[in-house]
């Protein structure tokens, strides 16, 4: 009875929390920034984490960790409804192609630059590395699962994403009135832009919409292809941990099968086939909503601010360098397929 009541304690609190930040995302002022309601969770918690939850910790740890961990996996299964291939085929074999380049290429930099130059641990330049290359605070949480990664990781991963994807809204209206007065571009090649190089789905969706209906029509298209590539992503990263794991002593890392990412491809297949009614598509988005800001509620709430204190400024230094290469080698990759596959 007294794990019982510990685990509808954490359940609830992560509850509150999440429908607080649905709230207060779906505000004018704030839906316009592009801040989506995971990362206004994550914020939330965070404070109330640091000020009021060590106190309430005793009477809800176990509902809290079970939010992060379980409801997280449901909600990365359920996040495929939102998706269809029949979507991801309007952008075609251009829009594809630059996906996987500008995810492949992001992640093995962000890996690159944070481990050998900045001398950052692993857990964190991978969760950053996530973020940034395929869809933002979703990716950072999904990713957590296969790292079993500290909370205070994932919240500074998504921390970097919101701060470099928030800026990524502003600048990319001013790159593309800059780039139609040198070269003739199309809004729908522009949205392929966007949508293969800002950070989160939100801040694609503000971002298109400050140039044009077909550009972030495109644009949306496009950052779902890479939503897609979360799963495979997941895969291939269980594979390179035990690989790298495999000459350490006493190593006891064995390859995990990310099986919510395999029901999130399933999810995906479902909706593409059009057999759910679209009242049922309405209310599992509803749902997956939810849980996914009581996962980042909760990973907020066990985040402590010291070990940010510890980590320094690195993190932003990586989220810079990798912004700039979103910005600039995300241009080039697109110029050059979009040439190569005209």
Known sequence: MHNLIKYFGGILLSLLLSVIAIYVAKMPIIKNSGISAIVLAIIIGLVIGNIIYPKLAPFCHLGVDWCKGRILRLA????????????????????????????????LLTLFLGIKCLKMDKESAILIGSGC???????????????????????????????????????????????????????????????????????????????????????????MIRVLLLAPFLL?????????????????????????????????????????????????????DIFLTMAMAALGLTSHYSAFQKAGIKPLLLGVMIFAWLIIGGAAINLLIANLLA
């Open 76 to 107: 990365i299964i359920l996040f495929g409804v939102k998706l269809t291939f029949q979507e991801i085929a309007l952008v075609g074999s251009q829009g594809i192609v630059i996906d996987i380049l500008m995810v492949t290429l992001t992640f």
């Open 133 to 223: 290359s395929i869809c933002g605070a979703a990716a950072v949480i999904a990713t957590q699962s296969t790292l079993n990664a500290k909370s205070e990781k994932v919240t500074m991963a998504v921390a970097v994403v919101v701060i470099f994807g928030t800026i990524a809204m502003f600048i990319y209206p001013l790159i593309y009135n800059y780039m139609i007065t040198l070269i003739p571009i199309k809004d729908t090649a522009f949205g392929i832009y966007i949508g293969s190089t800002i950070h989160e789905v939100a801040q694609v969706v503000a971002a298109g919409n400050a140039i044009s209906e077909p550009a972030v029509e495109t644009a949306v298209i496009t950052k």
């Open 236 to 288: 291939c990263l269980s594979f390179y941990l035990v690989r790298q794991t495999k000459n350490e002593a006493n190593s006891k890392r064995k390859i995990v099968i990310p099986w919510f990412a395999i029901g999130f491809l399933l999810m995906a297949c479902i909706n593409s086939l059009g057999i759910l009614p679209a009242i049922v598509v309405h209310y599992i988005i509803f749902f997956d």
